[in-house]
């Protein structure tokens, strides 16, 4: 799931991720252990920029943290956690954001009080069904 969700950063990391616009990606570096990237978003969001250092210290973790934004400040983190039980797998997404005082920062501050919790929760179940598709497409066949 991590491998999927958190470490692919080619174009089809768009498929995976809601948020995420395929013409606004941008590898920068690359290593083993981590990834430099620009993202931007999409919808209502496809002004918001933010260029952020993902790394994956240990299984089942990807943290992310900025770097720059139009709209957060650097340092503003993500974590995405996933760990194995009886029937798959329990996912957490944590996010430590602190948005700029002007533009679309204020913007970014407002939605995220106002429907944060709901909007970053549909993200979430929308790349899971995302990695559930990967997986399925790459399945071996059943006899």
Same mark, same amino acid.
């Given at each position: 799931m991590i491998e999927i969700a958190g470490k692919d950063f080619s174009p089809r990391r768009a498929e995976i991720w809601p948020n995420v616009r395929k013409t606004r990606l941008t590898v920068h570096d690359?290593?083993?252990?981590?990834?430099?990237?620009?993202?931007?978003?999409?919808? %209502?969001?496809?002004?918001?920029? #933010?260029?952020?250092?993902? #790394?994956? %210290?240990? %299984?089942?973790?990807?943290?992310?943290?900025?770097? *720059?934004?139009?709209?957060?400040?650097?340092?503003?983190? =993500?974590?995405?956690?996933?760990?194995?039980?009886? *029937?798959?797998?329990?996912? #957490?997404?944590?996010? *430590?954001?602190? =948005?700029?005082?002007r533009g679309w920062g204020r913007i970014g501050y407002a939605l995220n009080r106002m429907a944060g919790e709901r909007l970053f929760a549909s993200m979430l179940r929308s790349t899971l069904k995302g990695v559930e598709r990967r997986l399925a497409e790459n399945a071996p066949p059943s006899d």
């Open positions: 690359r290593s083993d252990g981590h990834v430099e990237v620009t993202e931007g978003g999409t919808g %209502p969001a496809r002004f918001v920029w #933010e260029r952020s250092r993902y #790394e994956w %210290p240990q %299984p089942g973790l990807v943290t992310s943290t900025v770097i *720059d934004s139009n709209t957060l400040l650097p340092g503003s983190t =993500f974590e995405l956690r996933a760990s194995p039980r009886a *029937d798959g797998s329990t996912v #957490e997404m944590i996010l *430590d954001r602190s =948005f700029r005082s």
